[in-house]
T-cell receptor, first 115, second 117 residues
Framework: DAKTTQPPSMDCAEGRAANLPCNHSTISGNEYVYWYRQIHSQGPQYIIHGLKNNETNEMASLIITEDRKSSTLILPHATLRDTAVYYCIVRVGDYYAGNNRKLIWGLGTSLAVNP | DVKVTQSSRYLVKRTGEKVFLECVQDMDHENMFWYRQDPGLGLRLIYFSYDVKMKEKGDIPEGYSVSREKKERFSLILESASTNQTSMYLC????????????????FGPGTRLTVT
């Protein structure tokens, strides 16, 4: 699975958009980009995933560059409850193929949303 | 809602004790995972299971074993606890089978913070 690079920390003002970048320059054609977040003292929570098109759900938007070497998670109106560590992970989408059942976790970006 | 529960939030054990960490999921997921999380190291996979009685080693299986006798339950066993196993332990589950990757995201429990003294 491809390796990802994220900034260790970011700040955002409450009510503003939070844009969290992720580099995955070695991503393969069949690998998806997943985002999870972990609020303090809780287990990680799935946010969104994408392959090549931009995606949006009730939690966030995911923008993937045309060459797929980087992506950005956007929280459109950040709240204090969005303060968490955000993980960007790339892996194949098919859970059948051997070790592809597991996700490889980096250290993520610690996002602080300030009042 | 998918629910993954872990038997304890906090646990304190002595060196050399046998420790059982239990995880139960209620969504009939095929896959279950045990991770440990340490500052500066992130989440590291210990073991995972893709079916009853089936298991595969993750990245750091040494000093641990697992048991999956029923689909909903996945146990992590520390045969002889050591101080370097003091950590946060997280259990997760996910679906397998047909369907897109959105159906296969991992759902996590709240974690067990284990201290070995």
């Amino acid at each position: 699975d491809a390796k990802t690079t994220q900034p260790p920390s970011m700040d955002c003002a409450e009510g503003r958009a939070a844009n969290l970048p992720c580099n995955h320059s070695t991503i393969s054609g069949n690998e998806y980009v997943y985002w999870y977040r972990q609020i303090h003292s809780q287990g990680p929570q799935y946010i969104i995933h994408g392959l090549k098109n931009n995606e949006t759900n009730e939690m966030a938007s995911l923008i993937i560059t045309e060459d797929r070497k980087s992506s950005t998670l956007i929280l459109p109106h950040a709240t204090l409850r969005d303060t968490a560590v955000y993980y960007c992970i790339v892996r194949v989408g098919d859970y059948y193929a051997g070790n592809n059942r597991k996700l490889i976790w980096g250290l993520g970006t610690s996002l602080a949303v300030n009042p | 809602d998918v629910k993954v529960t872990q038997s304890s939030r906090y646990l304190v054990k002595r060196t050399g004790e046998k420790v059982f960490l239990e995880c139960v999921q209620d969504m009939d997921h095929e896959n279950m995972f045990w991770y440990r999380q340490d500052p500066g190291l992130g989440l590291r996979l210990i073991y995972f299971s893709y079916d009853v009685k089936m298991k595969e080693k993750g990245d750091i299986p040494e000093g641990y074993s697992v048991s999956r006798e029923k689909k909903e339950r996945f146990s992590l066993i520390l045969e002889s606890a050591s101080t370097n196993q003091t950590s946060m332990y997280l259990c997760a589950s996910s679906r397998s089978g047909t369907g897109g990757p959105s159906l296969k995201e991992q759902y996590f429990g709240p974690g067990t913070r284990l201290t070995v003294t």
